[in-house]
């Protein structure tokens, strides 16, 4: 694929940010009531906002889709309470590993999606043995073959369904995931061969996606294969899944303009400007996903296939469902203070690039004053911000930073501290 020009980057804007913030200072007492029952450091997961985004989701792709299945993929927020909220309203579960697998079980879930590469044989036979809720989507011409080698011999009733992954950049580390779509010919010519598998369709994922860009130019690749494939692959397909990478509408909001921002221990006390100067790279509206999506399926695509659209969003699902609350066990300084949690509760240091207000629910202000706000880990890298909203901050306080419901509370560490408390609203 060709290079992408770096997305621009702009200041954020005082209304956007203030909006923000205000939202979650109108519900303090809520949260405040939350901090004083089930104490500090402490998760909240508002499910209500879960089912909000899975409606919206599923709202702004249906209108053009006639055949549309929608799967949350486990990996971005893999709390029990969030798949379990998602599955009621409707979405299958994407899953990356045994481990997620079992979990989906546990849940009876009963569509699910298994994607990822390195699957091992214990995960395969799982799949086999699940076989009429799980859809194996391969990853490589090897996994095929180790699947083919365990099924040989069996006597099932019925197939294991599989789609294929699709390489969406040959270069670089992305490489890794699925097979470039050159070799679907061979692909096709192995796998219609094979008893006890039924292949069914094909899957790619891209990432980070702030616009439709890259999802757009694969599948006008895709199209160009598809029109070189063989009449009898192209009516196998039953489904095409264009994965997840959906960027939440807000964008990416940063603490430095250089999107490279290097996480540094130095970074704590250059960022001593960044208190008042934060920044932005826009997100596009699911809609416009939606839109510009299905144009580039039914110009690319639909010519050639007639088939289900699956989608496989996380992030953009489960970002702003979850709220990390801490508290101020500390104050070394007038502009430093340690929290009751480490960024050990997030998995990484995430703070020292991305900007997330904090907020002092006990002293709500809309004004941002400069402060080290560290967590109480023996590493300088524990940055939970570099300001806060309120009118002052003193020890006792609770700090609230909302929207950290993707990829925080999965990667979190049992490092050095252990992990926050969990309450579902
Ligand atoms: C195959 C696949 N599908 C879906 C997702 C979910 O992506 P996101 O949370 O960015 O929507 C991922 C994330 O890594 C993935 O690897």
Redesign the pocket.
């Known amino acids: 694929m060709s290079e992408q020009q770096p997305p621009a980057t702009l200041m954020l804007e005082r209304d956007m940010l203030e909006n923000f913030v205000k939202t979650y200072f109108n519900q303090k007492e809520t949260y405040l009531a939350l901090a004083q029952k089930y104490g500090s450091p402490l998760w909240i997961l508002d499910a209500s906002v879960l089912r909000e985004k899975a409606k919206k989701f599923s709202q702004a792709f249906n209108p053009y889709f006639d055949q549309t299945s929608y ?1 949350y ?1 486990i ?2 927020n893999n709390h029990p309470e969030v798949a379990a909220t998602l599955l009621e309203s409707g979405f299958g579960l ?1 899953v ?1 590993s045994g481990i997620e697998l079992k979990a989906a079980f546990n849940l009876n879930a009963d569509d699910i999606i298994f ?2 590469p390195g699957k091992t044989d214990e995960e395969l036979n799982l799949v086999i043995q699940h076989r009429d809720r799980v859809t194996l ?1 391969l990853d490589s011409f090897g996994e095929l073959d180790r699947l083919s080698a365990l099924l040989s011999g069996s006597n099932l009733s019925s197939s294991v369904r599989v789609g294929i ?1 699709l390489t969406t950049n040959p270069n670089g580390l992305w490489r890794k ?1 699925g097979i470039v779509p050159e070799m679907l010919p061979e692909f096709w010519k192995k796998v219609k061969a094979l008893p006890y598998i039924n292949f069914l369709g094909l ?1 790619f ?1 891209s ?3 702030l616009t439709p860009d890259r999802q757009v130019e694969f599948i006008n690749l895709l199209g160009q294969t598809l029109s070189q494939m063989p009449q009898d692959f192209n009516s196998s397909i039953k489904f095409i899944d264009i ?5 939440p509408e807000e964008g990416e909001w940063l603490h430095s303009q250089d999107t490279m921002g290097e996480p540094s221990a130095e970074g704590v006390t250059k960022s001593e400007n960044h208190c008042h100067s934060h920044y932005r790279i826009p997100g596009t509206p699911i809609k416009v996903f939606a839109k510009t999506l299905f144009d580039a399926i039914n110009t690319h695509l639909f010519p050639f296939v007639n088939c289900r659209i699956c989608f ?7 970002h702003s469902s979850m709220h990390l609350l801490l508290s101020v066990i500390d104050k070394k300084g007038h502009d430093l203070v340690i929290t009751d949690a480490g960024t050990n509760v997030i998995g990484w240091e995430r703070f020292e690039t991305d900007y997330f207000p904090v907020l002092n629910l006990s002293r709500s202000e809309l004004s941002e004053k400069p402060c080290h706000i560290l967590g109480s880990l023996c590493t300088p890298h524990d940055v939970f911000g570099y300001a806060y909203f309120g009118e002052d901050i003193k020890v006792g306080d609770c700090l609230m930073i909302p929207c950290q419901g ?2 925080t509370y999965s990667l979190g560490q049992n490092f050095i501290k252990g992990f926050p408390g969990f309450i579902k609203i």
């Open positions: 799967y993929a990996k971005s994407d990356s994607s990822g989507l992954r995931f899957q994922h990432s980070w996606n994965g997840g990478g959906y960027w496989e969003p996380g992030r953009w699902i489960c993707a990829y």
